[in-house]
């Protein structure tokens, strides 16, 4: 912990620096990735904390991911500012939902749905419009947008009608599904996770009083990944702020990828417009990535079109020189997957902790290959987007009912007639639908209850450690715990979607599958949806602090027509592909064989292991330098090291 307020400071840059000084007005952070964005405001807030300038208890900081607030707050706790609240709209919304609901709705909160996709389905069945596999998600992604952009059933066939996008069918039976969706749910007392947004802002709307309950609380509000903000989070967060403007967001429009949930940059970039008094602060440099991964970054987006590349900030890379990126092209996709396991068991191997090591790709779908091979290979692995147990909604529901139990004290009829901890819990959560017997057969309920029995057992060994303990103990208990979960971990390597790694890194990245038609994604047809999938390949490339590896396979399976071809967002950009926009060149020099590793290169040879460009005709032909280590591999793997010490002495953690 940082001993002084002005200590927090010491590890910024002068421009990141000015950001955490302007603690006061409007504050708006333009960078590209890597450049410490997410640092910045971390660091404002903690010296605001610090410096006694921001009580704790009134900023609430919003991040994009329930892992990014997560690390948010670890880092806060670092750095001496714990107990500031660091969130995702939805789970600060869920809370004060749950919290003002009895005194605005009166009642218990409705339950949160948890298969949308089954309810819209039975709601097409309704209105008869046979739907198959994809169309049903397509219909359930529209229903989506039409809430997140605040469109009611009715008005859905004009919006989209006036919106870029294409409606996946007909939008009248589009709305009249949306339409049925909505009164089933009704019917059910269920509510779905957009429901989560529009019943805050509809509450802070209508009753001034509770409004003015959480402008009280909240004073200071701070927005990460600004960029991707949709007019329905826009909407909370003005209604937050009321007529204040102590707001800080930080965003880079040229990693603007959800535009299918309404994001739009246009809220970063006008920012100025709105704020006429903002405090507007550029970032150029990055402290993530290599000069090499910052090249392929540049490259990437210097053939960006549209509005948010019109707002593009060339990066400049901090590091020293690491490995190229390396481009593999496999025969088929089994293929892709054992070589990138392989590849990353060798990482494993010479020391690189797991949880160190990503694999992205662009849909959920292509996961399956990549954890068969890595279980084959025996490497540790987790799914990003399958949640940690204090985050699940049930487990968050239970601490709920808990808290509200244990402040209730014992006037809660509830608790009559049970005297120790553990039957209290059985009683709180026998509320929740709770039963000691588990329900019948596999999925969702079932692991449902499975959480719940583990909550039980948990309060169970509790009073046994600590006997007489009540149940204000455990509650208090469980916030620990859920606190240290939220700390980043090191565990496996980390399988995930691009859309799921947006703001964190990692220091050697596999990003797999990387053909035409996965990358852009082939229902990406209009030219603003071509140009959001070279954003998303860009976001992650940035993700990789040292090593980076590109792959995609020709063909499907073994022995299949090799039909596909590497992703045009890298011609120009990847040795041998020629020039941006010219026709299809294949694999070409520089690129590796998956199975040979035959490697040809064109144009200014770099040594493979420092990346310094070489001249000797001997160096060239070898393609590293003279003095650097002969085996490219063992090489890589010690610079790792190296620079994953650097950055622990840095970071004051411990080094692997
Ligand atoms: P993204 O756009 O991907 O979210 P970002 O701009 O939020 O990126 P950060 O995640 O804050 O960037 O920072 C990237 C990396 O650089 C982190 O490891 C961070 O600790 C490091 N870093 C940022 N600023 C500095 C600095 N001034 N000195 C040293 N390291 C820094
Ligand atoms: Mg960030």
Not at 209 to 221: C, E, G, K, N, P
Not at 259 to 269: E, I, Q, R, V, W
Not at 426 to 449: F, H, I, N, Q
Not at 551 to 566: D, Q, V
Request: proline share 5%; hydrophobic share 40%; with cysteine.
């Amino acid at each position: 912990v940082p001993e002084t307020a002005d200590a927090v400071l010491d590890g910024l840059d002068p421009e990141q620096r000015e950001v955490a000084l302007a603690l006061h007005g409007p504050v708006c952070v333009l960078a590209g990735a890597g450049t410490g964005k997410t640092r910045a405001i971390t660091h404002r807030i903690a010296y605001g904390v610090r410096a006694g300038i921001l009580p704790p208890a009134s900023v609430l900081a919003v991040t994009f991911t329930n892992r990014a607030a997560g690390e948010m707050r670890g880092r806060l706790r670092q750095l001496g500012a714990g107990g500031v609240q660091a969130r995702t709209f939805h789970s600060a919304a869920l809370r004060q939902l749950q919290f003002f609901w009895p005194k605005a709705v009166g009642g218990e909160l409705p339950r949160l749905l948890e298969r949308k996709i089954q309810l819209v389905a039975e709601a097409a069945a309704r209105c008869r419009i046979r739907l198959d596999r994809n169309e049903l998600r397509d219909v359930t992604s529209e229903i989506e947008w039409a809430k997140v952009t605040q469109t009611v059933p009715a008005d859905y066939p004009a919006a989209v009608a006036k919106s870029v996008r294409d409606a996946p069918r007909d939008p009248a039976e589009i709305g009249q599904i949306y339409a049925t969706y909505e009164q089933l749910k009704r019917d059910r007392s269920v509510i779905d996770f957009e429901d989560v947004l529009l019943l805050t802002v509809g509450i802070l709307q209508d009753r001034p009083d509770i409004a003015d309950q959480v402008r009280r609380q909240y004073q200071h509000f701070v927005v990460d990944e600004y960029q991707d903000v949709s007019p329905l989070q826009q909407r909370l967060l003005d209604l937050w702020l009321g007529d204040r403007d102590s707001l800080c967001v930080v965003g880079d429009a040229s990693q603007t990828i959800y535009s299918f949930t309404g994001a739009t940059p246009d809220h970063l970039l006008n920012f100025r417009t709105r704020h006429p008094n903002a405090t507007v602060v550029k970032l150029v440099r990055d402290y993530r990535s290599t000069p090499q991964v910052v090249h392929l970054a540049n490259g990437l987006l210097s053939q960006a079109r549209g509005r948010a590349a019109e707002h593009r900030l060339e990066l400049i890379s901090q590091r020293d020189p690491g490995p190229e990126p390396v481009y593999t092209e496999y025969a088929d996709e089994p293929a892709e997957a054992e070589g990138t396991a392989r590849r990353i068991r060798d990482l494993v191997a010479a020391g690189v902790p797991a949880g160190e090591i990503a694999v992205l790709y662009r849909v959920n779908a292509q996961s399956e290959v990549y954890e068969q091979a890595l279980a084959d290979a025996g490497v540790p692995y987790q799914l990003r987007g399958a949640e940690r147990f204090f985050e699940r909604q049930e487990v968050r529901e239970a601490g709920v009912a808990l808290r509200g139990a244990a402040r209730a004290g014992g006037n809660d009829s509830l608790l009559d007639g049970a005297d120790d901890l553990p039957s209290q819990v059985r009683a709180v959560l026998s509320t929740k639908g709770w039963t000691s017997e588990p329900p019948a057969g596999s999925g969702a309920v079932r692991d449902r209850w499975e959480s719940l029995a583990a909550l039980v057992r948990l309060a169970e060994d509790f009073a046994r450690v600590k006997p007489g303990a009540t149940l204000s103990d455990l509650v208090t208990e469980l916030d620990e715990r859920a606190a240290a979960q939220h700390a980043p971990t090191v565990q496996g390597v980390t399988l995930a979607s691009l859309h799921a790694a947006k703001g964190l890194e990692w220091d050697a990245v596999f990003l797999v599958g990387l053909t035409e038609g996965m990358m852009p994604i082939t229902y990406a047809k209009t030219d603003e949806q071509v140009e959001e999938e070279r954003r998303l390949l860009y976001v992650g490339v940035t993700r990789a602090r040292l090593h980076l590896s590109l792959s995609w396979a020709l063909s499907r399976s073994p022995g299949g027509r090799a039909s596909r071809r590497p992703t045009r967002f890298l011609k120009g950009l990847r040795p041998g592909s020629g020039p941006a926009g010219a026709g299809g060149a294949g694999g070409g020099g520089g690129v590796e064989r998956g199975a040979g590793g035959r490697r040809k290169r064109r144009g200014p040879v770099q040594c493979r292991v420092c990346g310094a460009t070489l001249t000797e005709a001997g160096a060239m032909k070898l393609m590293r330098c003279e003095d650097c280590p002969s085996d490219m591999d063992e090489a890589l793997y010690e610079r790792l090291r190296e620079w994953r010490s650097e950055q622990a002495r840095e970071l004051g953690q411990p080094a692997y």
